[in-house]
């Protein structure tokens, strides 16, 4: 019987995977090579299509459905596929229906008019242009996070949850702030050090044309298939998936800058290599999705961060960037490269940060947005609050809103609970690849060899193969064999960076 | 109290057009560069997408509408905006509901199957392969057209109907009997000639990025709007309209052969600037949609053929080219280019035809499927009947079946009726070029000069403005000030060649 009720539900759901996709594809051409007179029209099929699907979200039938699944045996073990399908589902459908309409558009309006505030405000460099739109999207995600909120949970829980689901703002702090002391120590002391990289190394220009072909090459090398994707150009880099057998990167070169393009390369290319890892056969439900973006994030920065500022890399790669690179690199050593994609410099801008002060930016964004829903921060003095802790968390003025507060589109695209998330990467990616560590030996001599696959098979194995049948938290419990804890990123970083800056 | 509901109609047929714009991304991302795993999935978005558009194309609240606007005064006028609007959705609202469901997933079903036999018949050069999967194919296309047929048409006559409304086979044998006999005198005469042009000129290897960007600034010189379009590269160059101001062109290039890339461009831009031109307010509705296949291909004609291998154009043109082509073109001179742009040689293959011997292919097919349909020729006898034609009109023999009947995609996908459009396009651009010739003035000195604009002008006003309120027929007859006739063809074509041959 409720094998029946469960495939109807599968079947349903698929379809509207097929629509979701089918606006995933309008979104990714949208970035990609839209003409410019093209955007109103876009935005009008991207409405109908948003529609559509919203309203297969929720379709009474579907809950019914749901509602006779939760109760059946079907549910008993969360973490199978068919466990894990009823329970998410059930809870998806839980959120799409239990706020009012009224509130829904009341958001959905408040983000339009917030970003297009947002832009003016920042063009300006003027945050009043944006305060009271501000206002209004955290006053409204207050709002919703009353009606999500669980007995147990805080305002900011019921927000962290969308994009985490399970993690606590409780612990998250904990963390967080064991790691914001860790990391505003080891930025003294390498300020402090005598022998910095100056990242004079990226400087050569190098063609659009070999950058192209140097990042498909190194995208290929870490296991990215290209049969299931392609790499494409952009302002803002990301990756998307349009099918289950077409999961999309993109990136941004800059003739002056090899890393831009080349980082972001092997960073969209981690988020890809999970795409391409999640089971297809549960395409569009649970079993296939991703876990969370904080584990999203982790691979992603698996790939950029721990692999691909490794030395064991950059000893296996500079070679072939050198011998590809048409003559632009042949003035430099693997050593120089290696240092340079290493520097640490506190600065004012987050997407511009590197892999030990970035996460300080986060944290600041979480501080914030935290204590902007619970009541203890207002809106009006947000700009102060964030100056504070650039000065106390990075020793930096921020001189201007623009390269302040409102640097980010996130707020005032009603993202609220997500900055978190790419902290959480981070620490998780530091567990995994600790655990990986352990496990399969000594993974530089692989990396230094240009051998992924063994990595890339483990992440397969304890990451992948699960899809979101587990609770984020306890899916990187499970595969690093050890508590969410700051220490493996703090580790890892002392390890790497203070012989790097001759301590 | 009609305007009203002709409201409701013109809101339901316009969000409609929303998906079928988006299905329109699908394909045209399909055939750009979705990676090589992702086509099931992509078919089951487009089938997904294709039936929800079925649905509303068929929904009987529609039919009701559109049958109280027929008999209202709205209708009076049916080359009014409002009154085509009326008397078109009618008719395809008519055609949609009156085939049976059986019949239609018969032929959805032989189409399918069709093609894929198709691909294996033509691979193995073996038509027995496909012989059965024709005679489906015409049989149903054949039931479809009893049901369709009008008292005073044709079996064919309703085939053709659906590609170039209005059209009858009797007028079209007519023409292209004069037509035919005419092109293979010509193509005799030419044959018999001292000095043909060698098709040489164009030998000389050119770097794809050069040919990119020749492409990329001949469009914009006749008018093509990158701001409401873009230019990529495909296997088989199209054209697709993605929105009101987002219609696409696509050419492919290669090294060794110039005029792939840059007449592939030149056609497909032709169709774009119909696209572009017209009336963007009534976008998805009649009166913003283009007349037929057979004055669309007269405007890709126009500017492929008409405009870009004349002798003015490339006095104009070839010093740019030479100058932008990186030295491939050192040694040419404009008459060079101008001779071998116009050689004439009969041929097997129809989409490598010269001006001439294109329209004899386009006749073959016409009279094949004609009586095919009409049932004076069995499946099993086409073979032959194409064979003989070929010897007839074109003095070529077929050696095998794959540079021979099985060449063609258009009959294996249930496109029956289609060919006469592309002769049609030329007869059209032909009386279209007479005419802005007569009423512009010299047109040889504006092309001399790359003055395009008045041109396009020209045909903005008397052919684009109109979208879909005039029959086709009416359409050319009233921009061209003559009937439908071989004659400006003909003249044009020997006004140009004869010179050209030393004759």
Not at 113 to 135: C, N, P, Y
Not at 222 to 235: A, K, N, P, Q, V
Request: proline share 5%; hydrophobic share 40%.
């Amino acid at each position: 019987m409720s094998e029946k009720v469960l495939d109807r539900v599968i079947g349903q759901v698929r379809e509207t995977a097929l629509l979701q996709t089918s606006l995933a594809v309008l979104e990714w051409d949208e970035r990609t090579g839209l003409p410019s007179s093209a955007g109103a029209y876009r935005a009008e099929q991207i409405t109908l299509l948003s529609g559509l699907i919203h309203r297969r979200k929720t379709d009474p039938r579907l809950g019914e459905w749901l509602a006779e699944l939760k109760e059946s045996e079907l549910a008993n073990d969360p973490s199978s596929p068919q466990g894990a399908t009823v329970a998410r589902l059930h809870k998806d459908f839980e959120r799409n229906t239990k706020l009012p309409v009224d509130l829904v558009k009341a958001i959905s309006k408040a983000i339009v008019l917030g970003q297009q505030a947002w832009e003016r405000a920042r063009k300006a460099d003027d945050w009043s242009q944006f305060e009271s739109h501000m206002q209004a999207i955290f006053s409204l995600r207050r709002q919703q996070a009353e009606r999500l909120r669980e007995p147990e949970g805080t305002l900011y829980d019921a927000l962290l949850d969308e994009y985490e689901e399970g993690a606590r703002a409780r612990e998250l702090t904990r963390v967080f702030a064991q790691l914001r002391d860790d990391l505003v120590a080891l930025v003294q002391e390498l300020a402090d050090a005598g022998d910095p990289p100056r990242g004079e190394s990226w400087r050569p220009r190098m063609s659009l044309e070999r950058q192209r072909a140097i990042s498909r090459w190194i995208a290929e090398q870490i296991g990215y298939d290209f049969r299931r994707g392609r790499l494409d150009e952009t302002s803002h880099p990301f990756c998307a998936t349009l099918g289950p057998h077409d999961c999309r990167i993109l990136t941004r070169f800059q003739e002056d800058f090899f890393p831009s393009g080349f980082y972001g390369t092997l960073h969209e290319a981690g988020h890809g290599l999970y795409e391409q890892g999640l089971p297809t056969e549960w395409f569009g439900l649970p079993p296939g999705t991703y876990a969370s973006l904080g584990v999203h994030e982790s691979q992603s920065r698996m790939w950029e961060n721990f692999v691909g500022r490794s030395q064991a890399f950059w000893k296996w790669c500079f070679p072939h960037v050198q011998s590809m690179g048409d003559h632009a690199w042949d003035a430099m050593t693997a050593d120089e490269v290696y240092r340079d994609a290493n520097r640490v410099q506190p600065s004012l801008i987050r997407v511009e940060a590197d892999e030990v002060t970035y996460n300080l930016h986060i944290l600041i964004r979480f501080e914030i947005e935290q204590e902007l829903i619970g009541g203890s921060l207002r809106v009006a003095d947000a700009p102060d609050a964030w100056n504070q802790r650039y000065r106390d968390y990075l020793d930096v003025e921020p001189p201007s809103a623009r390269d302040g507060i409102l640097q980010d589109v996130h707020w005032s695209a009603g993202l609220v609970g997500y900055f978190p998330t790419y902290a959480l990467g981070n620490l998780y990616a530091a567990q995994l690849m600790k655990a990986a560590n352990q496990q399969l030996g000594d993974m530089d001599l692989a990396l230094a060899s240009g051998e992924f696959q063994p990595l890339l098979d483990w992440l397969r194995k304890h990451v992948h193969a699960y899809g979101f049948c587990m609770h984020p938290k306890d899916l990187i419990e499970q595969a690093s064999q050890a508590p969410l804890d700051a220490g493996a990123l703090t580790e890892y970083l002392r390890a790497k960076l203070l012989p790097i800056y001759g301590k």
